[in-house]
């Protein structure tokens, strides 16, 4: 399985500013995807991250909010711009497994917009 | 809407019992399907994976796939206190979608 290293792993932010986080892989992938996973809920899919193009976003989710990088085949970072309270939330990056299916996670980003 | 359905719990089983989870999905094209551990404060870690129905065994742990039914279930055999987290069921569609997840909870 892919070894996902994601940073920061926790950061207590003012409201209106903007974080970004970052996810490295140890090997070459295609996929990378974004989540966040609000207190005791289960994962949103945020977007897809796919390297030479733009990000895919699921409903609710826009570009301007949640901008995507993706320069590489093993990088990607997600920002979270002019945060408020209701954005406080575990982020975590994905990748796809070997088997092209499956996801592996990074150790999650722990926000809090105070 | 493609959804992914499990009972939130908390599942309460002895020590050395069976523990089993089930989880349903929406969407007949699936064909992939997961089953995620996550303990508090963690990331999920993936821990089986099916693709064919039927059962797949690995170690204490057996998914079960129905197609047909649109079913996906994780055994727990010889339950353990560290097996006690939540379980995720996941269902790739041309992306994974996740369930709410089951809190699994084992009793000494």
């Known amino acids: 399985s892919a070894v996902i290293s994601q940073k920061p792993s926790r950061d207590i932010c003012q409201r209106g500013t903007s974080l970004t986080i970052q996810c490295q892989v140890d090997?070459?992938?295609?996929?990378m995807f974004w989540y966040r996973q609000q207190p005791g809920q289960s994962l949103t899919l945020i977007a897809t991250?796919?390297?030479?193009?733009?990000?895919?976003?699921e409903s609710g989710f826009v570009i301007d909010k949640f901008p995507i990088s993706r320069p590489n085949l093993t990088f990607s970072t997600l920002t979270v711009s002019n945060m408020s309270p209701e954005d406080s939330s575990i982020y975590l990056c994905?990748?796809?497994?070997?088997?092209?299916?499956?996801?592996?996670f990074g150790q999650g980003t722990r926000l809090t917009v105070v | 809407q493609k959804e992914v359905e499990q009972n939130s719990g908390p599942l309460s089983v002895p020590e050395g019992a069976i523990a089993s989870l089930n989880c349903t999905y929406s969407?007949?094209?699936?064909?992939?399907f997961f089953w995620y551990r996550q303990y508090s404060g963690k990331s999920p870690e993936l821990i089986m994976f099916i693709y064919s129905n039927g059962d797949k065994e690995d170690g204490r742990f057996t998914a079960q796939l129905n197609k047909a039914s649109q079913y996906v279930s994780l055994l727990i055999r010889d339950s353990q206190p560290s097996d006690s987290a939540t379980y995720l069921c996941?269902?790739?569609?041309?992306?994974?979608?996740f369930g709410k997840g089951t809190r699994l909870h084992i009793l000494p």
């Open positions: 969407d007949r094209g699936s064909q992939s």
């Open positions: 996941a269902v790739n569609v041309d992306k994974i979608i």
């Open positions: 090997s070459q992938v295609t996929m």
């Open positions: 991250a796919n390297q030479g193009s733009e990000a895919t976003y």
């Open positions: 994905s990748a796809e497994g070997q088997g092209g299916t499956e996801a592996f």
